[in-house]
T-cell receptor, first 113, second 116 residues
Framework: AQSVTQLGSHVSVSEGALVLLRCNYSSSVPPYLFWYVQYPNQGLQLLLK??????LVKGINGFEAEFKKSETSFHLTKPSAHMSDAAEYFC???????????FGKGTRLHILP | GAGVSQSPRYKVAKRGQDVALRCDPI?????LFWYQQALGQGPEFLTY????????KSGLPSDRFFAERPEGSVSTLKIQRTQQEDSAVYLC??????????????FGPGTRLTVL
């Protein structure tokens, strides 16, 4: 069964600094990999999606993620953090075999002024 | 256009009460999903509909949980005899026709259920 591991339940970065949120998936390559963002008291918003068309995926709000099969990773980055990036971020996989999305436990991103 | 909507946004129930949570998917989306998100955790799959057919209910934690989508649009998640461990945010998501299983789902704001 597919699984997702997010390293670090909390990450703090200074405003303007690089954001790096780590995600590793289980060994079999899933058809879909996602990053979703959740702002307080809101639902999940899709940041970006990997579908094997390109290993570097660009998303909204300046975020991007790189798929690395050799490392079974799909880390999320943003060159310069903004205060508005403070939220919970979820890495997720869609297996394609059954119609469900499997989420990681989430990483809460804190932006320091 | 309008996204997925859920009501109520907040629900407080006494232990043992029944609750009903409503989801209005994006118009035209044939697939509808329910997830449970416990505090500090990621969402976990509960059940899935394609039109009115419930194709997967493997994630429902007990027979106190029941979901329906009788006309293939609005869905209701019902929890009978609520317990404190049912306290969570219940998220609804939908996926448009013509997309593959496992592809992007669009989420509503959730219903936060608190069982006292």
């Amino acid at each position: 069964a597919q699984s997702v591991t997010q390293l670090g339940s909390h990450v703090s970065v200074s405003e303007g600094a690089l954001v790096l949120l780590r995600c590793n998936y289980s060994s079999s390559v899933p058809p879909y990999l996602f990053w979703y963002v959740q702002y307080p008291n809101q639902g999940l918003q899709l940041l970006l999606k990997y579908t094997s068309a390109a290993t570097l995926v660009k998303g909204i709000n300046g975020f991007e993620a790189e798929f690395k099969k050799s490392e079974t990773s799909f880390h999320l980055t943003k060159p310069s953090a903004h205060m508005s990036d403070a939220a919970e971020y979820f890495c997720a996989v869609g297996s394609g075999k059954d119609d469900k999305i499997i989420f990681g436990k989430g990483t809460r991103l804190h932006i320091l002024p | 256009g309008a996204g997925v909507s859920q009501s109520p946004r907040y629900k407080v129930a006494k232990r043992g009460q029944d609750v009903a949570l409503r989801c209005d998917p994006i118009s035209g989306h044939v697939s509808l999903f329910w997830y449970q998100q416990a505090l500090g955790q990621g969402p976990e799959f509960l059940t899935y509909f394609q039109n009115e057919a419930q194709l997967d209910k493997s994630g429902l934690p007990s027979d106190r949980f029941f979901a329906e989508r009788p006309e293939g649009s609005v869905s209701t998640l019902k929890i009978q005899r609520t317990q404190q461990e049912d306290s969570a945010v219940y998220l609804c998501a939908s996926r448009p026709a013509g997309t593959a299983p496992g592809d992007t789902q669009y989420f509503g704001p959730g219903t936060r259920l608190t069982v006292l």
